[in-house]
């Protein structure tokens, strides 16, 4: 198993001091099994959860499930929402919505909730998301002294542009940020001597720096990310860890029926989205290109599946080009008709810029759906790389793409092939065995004079009750 693809020569001089890592957590279940107890406990946080769909909570589902197969135990921190589960290892914390996305504002950290957190005695904390939670996570770690991993799953500059978010109101978080942290306060340009694109980086950059500081190990799904930004980390800290995932077992008649309860007859190809159909996703690039495309397969459906959380800005882009009669919004599926809907389809279209890996091309793949991809950098990165169909950002080139793979079915049936074995060599399970090794190196890592020295600086976590 290669943990070096980032690392460069730095990290490969090091090997031999470090040492073999699997050693520091073994990955033998029947061991586990035998003790009675896990190997390794693991501490996610993260600001999205069930029954939120999307990209982190399906990575993070995929890895703690995959992670208990080999004996691991997981505890996530997450938002509290009334339709969530019961679980003993799910940690749920005060949150109201906040109005975009079906986000849930969780409370802002506290030291009581580190010590909710401690009480669970981890190994190690993990990060996934910058926000309240994902800040209490790093807050946790430094108050503990605990290894401290963070995957960097959200291109953070690309989502805040397409949200439009004031520098000011960025630069009061980056404030919070370091004020909770004990850091000292980010240094930002002046209005006045930047563009507000530049400030509003800048800003970015500099919350990156805080929520970063501090990692053993910062992951990045695919290396497309670090074309896109530079991240404040040194080379050897950061990893490559692509989430593998999997897809529900679906009967036979699974496309039929999902196109029978969508009134989609045999004889029209369909064209398949899943994600969530907002701004950030390129669904603008898609209903331009689906337009021009019905001019030459006018019996071509257009099914978005996803939560919809702008519907005038979506059925405004259905109206202008021409498609509102041929397009189907199903809103947010459970996983098992997710599956349907690729069984049911011709060929996936994944328009988005904004995606550091794009689970769902991978679900696409192992349903042997051949993708259309706008992002040139997730095409050749990751572990479908070279395979789906490249279009680039343009609507013209787009459309000839989607028509090529639904005018040839032998084209269509190889490509989706090709995808298909190359989705089938990241399972969740190789995924699982990757992350444990990094976690290792974390463990390694943490125990180094610079990181007592961090820890100590910050004064160690003393709880009463712990002591007691």
């Not at 306060?185 to 501090?214: F, H, Q, T, W, Y």
């Not at 530079?230 to 196109?259: C, M, N, Q, T, W």
């Not at 279209?349 to 991978?362: E, K, Y």
Request: charge should be positive; aromatic fraction near 6%.
């Amino acid at each position: 198993m290669d943990l070096r693809p980032l690392l460069g020569a730095r990290r490969m001089r090091r090997r031999a001091a470090y040492g073999d890592i699997a050693t520091v957590i073994p990955l033998d279940p029947a061991a586990a099994a035998r003790t009675g107890r896990p190997t390794l406990r693991v501490a996610h946080f993260s600001d999205t959860y069930v029954p939120r769909r999307d990209g982190v909570v399906t990575a993070l589902q995929t890895l703690t499930a995959a992670m208990s197969e080999l004996g691991h135990s997981s505890l996530l921190v997450v938002p509290r929402h009334p339709d969530q589960p019961t679980d003993e290892e799910l940690l749920r914390l005060p949150s109201v919505p906040c109005g975009v996305a079906q986000f849930r504002l969780a409370a802002w950290p506290r030291s009581r909730h580190v010590e909710r957190v401690a009480h669970w005695l981890p190994h190690v904390v993990h990060v996934h998301t910058p926000g309240p939670v994902g800040l209490l996570g790093i807050f946790a770690a430094r108050r503990l002294g605990l290894p401290l991993v963070q995957t960097y799953h959200t291109d953070l500059r690309a989502y805040v542009d397409a949200y439009r978010l004031p520098s000011t109101v960025l630069a009061g978080v980056a404030r919070c940020y370091a004020r909770r942290l004990g850091s000292p306060k980010p240094e930002l340009p002046r209005r006045v001597s930047v563009s507000r694109i530049e400030r509003r980086n800048a800003v970015v950059d500099a919350v990156n720096g805080l929520l970063l500081a501090d990692a053993d190990a910062v992951l990045v799904p695919t290396p497309a990310i670090l074309q896109r930004c530079k991240l404040p980390v040194d080379d050897d800290r950061i990893y490559l860890a692509p989430a593998g995932v999997s897809l529900p077992s679906v009967s036979p008649s699974a496309g039929e029926e999902f196109r029978r309860r969508h009134r989609i007859s045999a004889d029209e190809p369909v064209v398949l989205f899943v994600g969530r159909v907002n701004r950030e996703k390129g669904i603008d690039l898609l209903t331009e290109a689906f337009g021009r495309l019905r001019d030459v397969v006018p019996a071509a459906r257009l099914v978005l599946v996803g939560a919809v959380y702008e519907p005038r800005w979506v059925q405004r882009l259905l109206e202008q080009a021409g498609i509102a009669d041929r397009t189907i919004l199903t809103g947010q599926l459970p996983p098992e008709q997710v599956a349907q809907a690729y069984a049911a389809s011709d060929v996936f279209a994944f328009p988005s810029l904004t995606d550091t890996q794009g689970l769902v091309v991978q679900e696409a793949a192992l349903a042997g759906l051949p993708s259309v991809l706008a992002d040139a950098a997730l095409h050749a990165n990751g572990p479908l790389a070279g395979t789906g169909v490249l279009a680039g950002p343009d609507a013209m080139r787009y459309a000839e793409a989607l028509e090529d793979l639904l005018t040839r079915p032998d084209y269509r049936k190889q490509v989706g092939e090709d995808a298909r074995r190359r989705a089938e060599q990241n399972p969740p399970s190789e995924y699982a065995e990757r992350m444990a090794a990094i976690y290792g190196r974390a463990v390694r890592r943490a125990g180094s004079a610079t990181r007592e020295a961090r820890r100590g600086r910050r004064g160690p976590f003393r709880s009463r009750r712990l002591i007691a």
